[in-house]
């Protein structure tokens, strides 16, 4: 069975400081992890992935994000928050033989001036 | 770029009533997927599709059904719409070829509100 818990539904922080947002998933296999991030009234966009390889994965708008595996972690992290990157973010796992993905809760982010 | 076409992005729709929710995508994606989201819930799974006319129940299909007659084309249906299918609708694609850690493409989704 694949779950994903992020803690916190609303994350407040000012421009300018740092942002994270969490993420926990359980997984059986070895998972593939997404962060996709939804402006209000849109779709979901890809903001960065963790499949093999490097741990510490990079993404669009100056996101990254790590996987921790003894922490069965994959927080995002940016250094500075801008006003535009108020949003809602959502964590995904999948793996290599499961044609689903299950997504969290989502954590709405706000940026204060 | 891929997309993924959601046919309105605002209904209402009288309780009752049978609604059809259109996705298409131009990017040959053989895997079609309708999700509905609600305020703190996140994005749960409703049907998914691998193929023309296949179809796969997700975590929630209670009240509705799919249909894939055209690869580019996959539909959601809600026989009988009620209140508690006021929602949020998305619909994703992905290639096979792409591999499953590619990760969905996303249309602007639907926004359905039943009276």
């Known amino acids: 069975a694949q779950s994903v818990t992020q803690l916190g539904s609303h994350v407040s922080v000012s421009e300018g400081a740092l942002v994270l947002l969490r993420c926990n998933y359980s997984s059986s296999v070895p998972p593939y992890l997404f962060w996709y991030v939804q402006y209000p009234n849109q779709g979901l966009q890809l903001l960065l992935k963790?499949?093999?390889?490097?741990?510490l994965v990079k993404g669009i708008n100056g996101f990254e994000a790590e996987f921790k595996k003894s922490e069965t972690s994959f927080h995002l992290t940016k250094p500075s928050a801008h006003m535009s990157d108020a949003a809602e973010y959502f964590c995904?796992?999948?793996?290599?033989?499961?044609?689903?993905?299950?997504f969290g809760s989502g954590t709405k982010l706000n940026v204060k001036p | 770029d891929v997309k993924v076409t959601q046919s309105s992005r605002y209904l209402v729709k009288r309780t009752g009533e049978k609604v059809f929710l259109e996705c298409v995508q131009d990017m040959d994606h053989e895997n079609m997927f309708w999700y509905r989201q609600d305020p703190g819930l996140g994005l749960r799974l409703i049907y998914f599709s691998y193929d023309v006319k296949m179809k796969e129940k997700g975590d929630i299909p209670e009240g509705y059904s799919v249909s894939r007659e055209k690869k580019e084309r996959f539909s959601l249906i809600l026989e009988s719409a009620s209140t508690n299918q006021t929602s949020m609708y998305l619909c994703a694609s992905r290639g096979e070829g792409q591999g499953l850690g590619y990760g969905y493409t996303f249309g602007s989704g639907t926004r359905l509100t039943v009276v």
């Open positions: 995904a796992v999948s793996s290599y033989n499961f044609n689903k993905f299950y």
């Open positions: 963790y499949t093999t390889g490097a741990t």
